[in-house]
């Protein structure tokens, strides 16, 4: 056991019987670097990396590599999940330096953290044009003990040209209509007409830039929007990087036509995925929508969630094949002949023909990922769904992925959303239940009496590391839509709580610019701040979009001026590089669009009528529209105060900027005045 034994994280777990003297990112080691007066080596992956752990089996596990690592550097394992702060700095040196990035990174450091070497996956053995690992180490040690000075410069301008760097936040001014129609445009451009999606291989599941593109349709009635979110939808609900049989999505397709995907699936994506699908059916009514929707939400709820009512963060790439060997995607994929091992020789050849399994395979050693192209034949319902319950059981036999445990406050913040909202369309109250219960865990184990939020937890037990901006953010999304769907105002004061902190230790009060770490967090080499998205909605957007709705909810002049400056540097990237800030384009729409305010007073006489005006509510296509949901008098939320009944029946009021159109006791007349 090395120093890694007793942390939190399962990724870190997982290195603590490696011979490499680990140490966790902490002061000590880099005190212990400068004291034997030599480099750190940081590593920096996650646990559902597949490529983090064949790093680990050929190098790290190897008694000599790590006898030369352990002799000649001091070596720092980071869990980029729980801390994204210092993942995101040296990356961004990284792919400053290299041109691209990804994990496992690599990066050599002076004790001093100053950032001089940088790769990521290195080989065993030489490739072409790539060094073996053992190359690399010896001409780092070689240049640190010969060239030190020169290294000590080549480190400090790297510092120098990171902390130059300036992103322009605009005017302060939030996008308005000619903006987020460059944006459209711009995605109209890159989009994929054959296979939906946006660019080429590897090709990742646009969930942002989607969630903009139903709401601007749902604005301005751009039906070209509508036409690349609904097709792009039905292409990934066709391919292999959705799981056909137990639901829930992989990480990414490794090809264009989402056919072969990277195996492991993380709770952020089946979070926004989930909410997606959910928005889609509800702009479209799609019966696949509505399926994939459900089947995503039941997946995270029957997989991920954890024993103390939390979500996990992902399930691996790679799992046992049977022999004893992990290998990315054998839990997943499937041949004809074991197709008629579980089925027999009718319902298998049935099988392979409605999933696309064929003899030469769609994967590797003639496998099959389990897909549904489009064809011309009918199939008979019942024997699918039979054919479906067969394999899948089948499945349930072979050795599982493993699971990350750690949960995450942030994507459990996305999954509280995609669940209470999911559960309110489609009247799945066990759903909400399930958002309830991460909500509780959030609040009971993760955050102090200052209502600071820890990053992590597992097994019940808090990780040491501080929330960041999109664990503030998030969490204030989820605990903002649990409000409007249960009509418990106290999701509402909690999600208060949280963005006071980013107003107060997130933003700059000059600016307006966010910060993803908080101003008393640990100094790295650089505040990291990036409002682009990547595989999750950026701290800056997300938050952005959690202070526009709250400051719908309560009227806080404060919170709204914050998402407007916020929104100045979506005005500036979204009609440049419009995939890369859906979320904030996303946000940018509720923002012109007012957001709408609905208080739906209820009648404790009339609970069916009540929750008839309420359900219209949640199901408005307005963008960002927030609702509030009580009885009249209800103090609960600010929306309901000195909103009466009307008649003595339950009623809706419409309003914008606190402005508000007649009320109405018609789930008709509500319907059509949020989708107008």
């Not at 050929?58 to 002799?71: G, I, Q």
């Not at 902390?163 to 109209?188: V, Y």
């Not at 939906?196 to 590897?202: E, S, T």
Request: overall charge negative; hydrophobic content about 40%.
């Amino acid at each position: 056991m090395n120093r890694l034994a007793g942390v939190t994280s399962p990724y870190l777990l997982q290195h603590a019987d490696n011979p490499v003297d680990w140490w966790p990112w902490q002061p000590e080691a880099f005190e212990e670097a400068r004291r034997r007066g030599v480099p750190v080596l940081l590593s920096v992956g996650y646990s559902a990396c597949h490529w983090c752990h064949v790093m680990a089996h050929e190098s790290f596990e190897d008694e000599v590599t790590a006898a030369f690592l352990n002799e000649h550097f001091v070596s720092v394992k980071v869990d980029r999940e729980e801390r994204p702060d210092v993942d995101a700095v040296y990356m961004e040196a990284v792919q400053a330096a290299t041109g691209q990035g990804g994990w496992p990174m690599t990066v050599f450091l002076t004790p001093d953290a100053e950032p001089f070497y940088f790769g990521t996956y290195f080989p065993p053995e030489a490739r072409p044009g790539v060094p073996s690992f053992r190359q690399v180490l010896e001409g780092v040690r070689a240049a640190w003990s010969d060239r030190r000075d020169e290294v000590a410069e080549v480190a400090g301008k790297i510092v120098r040209d990171l902390s130059e760097r300036e992103i322009a936040f605009g005017a302060g001014a939030a996008p308005g209509d000619q903006e987020t129609a460059q944006a459209l445009l711009g995605l109209t451009r890159e989009y994929d007409p054959q296979r939906g999606g946006f660019g080429g291989a590897p090709k990742f599941p646009p969930s942002m830039v989607l969630e903009f593109l139903l709401r601007h349709h749902a604005r301005t009635g751009a039906e070209g929007a509508l036409q690349m979110a609904r097709d792009t939808c039905e292409r990934m609900a066709r391919g292999g990087i959705y799981d056909q049989l137990g639901g829930g999505f992989a990480r990414y397709s490794v090809d264009r036509d989402w056919v072969v995907p990277h195996f492991e699936k993380m709770l952020y994506d089946n979070a926004l995925l989930c909410r997606v699908y959910a928005h889609l059916w509800r702009a479209t009514g799609s019966e696949q929508a509505r399926r994939v929707a459900l089947e995503t939400a039941d997946f995270m709820v029957r997989e991920l969630r954890t024993a103390e009512g939390g979500f996990a963060s992902a399930l691996d790439a790679d799992s046992d094949d049977g022999t004893g060997r992990h290998v990315e995607g054998a839990y997943y994929a499937w041949t004809p002949a074991q197709l008629a091992e579980v089925l027999g020789g009718d319902d298998a050849r049935i099988a392979a023909h409605y999933f696309g399994v064929t003899d030469e395979g769609t994967f590797e050693h003639g496998s099959s990922v389990l897909q549904l192209p489009q064809q011309d034949s009918v199939f008979d319902a019942e024997r699918i769904a039979s054919i479906r319950r067969r394999l899948l059981a089948a499945r349930d036999t072979r050795p599982a992925p493993g699971r990350d445990d750690k949960v995450v406050a942030a994507w459990n913040g996305l999954a509280i959303a995609a669940l209470a909202e999911t559960g309110a369309y489609f009247d799945r109250p066990d759903l909400v239940e399930a958002a309830v219960g991460a909500a509780d865990l959030l609040v009971r184990l993760h955050l102090d009496e200052q209502a600071r939020l820890a990053r992590t937890s597992k097994d019940g037990r808090t990780g040491a590391n501080a929330g960041v901006l999109e664990d503030y953010a998030d969490v204030s999304e989820g605990f903002l839509a649990l409000a409007s769907v249960t009509g418990e105002g106290v999701w509402l004061e909690f999600a208060g709580f949280l963005l006071d902190h980013v107003l107060a230790r997130f933003t700059d009060p000059e600016s307006g610019a966010l910060y993803d770490t908080a101003t008393d967090a640990e100094q790295l080499i650089r505040r990291p701040q990036d409002p682009t998205d990547n595989a999750t909605p950026s701290g800056w957007s997300a938050a952005a979009g959690a202070l526009l709705g709250y400051a719908a909810q309560t009227g806080s002049t404060p919170h709204r001026a914050a998402a407007e400056r916020a929104l100045g540097v979506v005005r500036t990237l979204g009609p440049r590089v419009p995939r890369f800030v859906g979320w904030g384009l996303a946000v940018a729409e509720a923002l012109l669009d007012g957001p709408r305010e609905i208080a739906v007073v209820a009648s404790e006489a009339d609970d069916t009528a009540s929750k008839s005006l309420h359900r219209t509510a949640l199901l408005g296509l307005a963008p960002g529209a927030v609702v509030a949901y009580g009885t009249a008098g209800s103090d609960e939320f600010p929306l309901l105060a000195d909103r009466p009944l009307v008649d003595g029946g339950p009623a809706a009021y419409v309003c914008r900027h606190f402005t508000c159109e007649a009320p109405t006791t018609d789930p008709a007349e509500l319907r059509a005045a949020l989708d107008g």
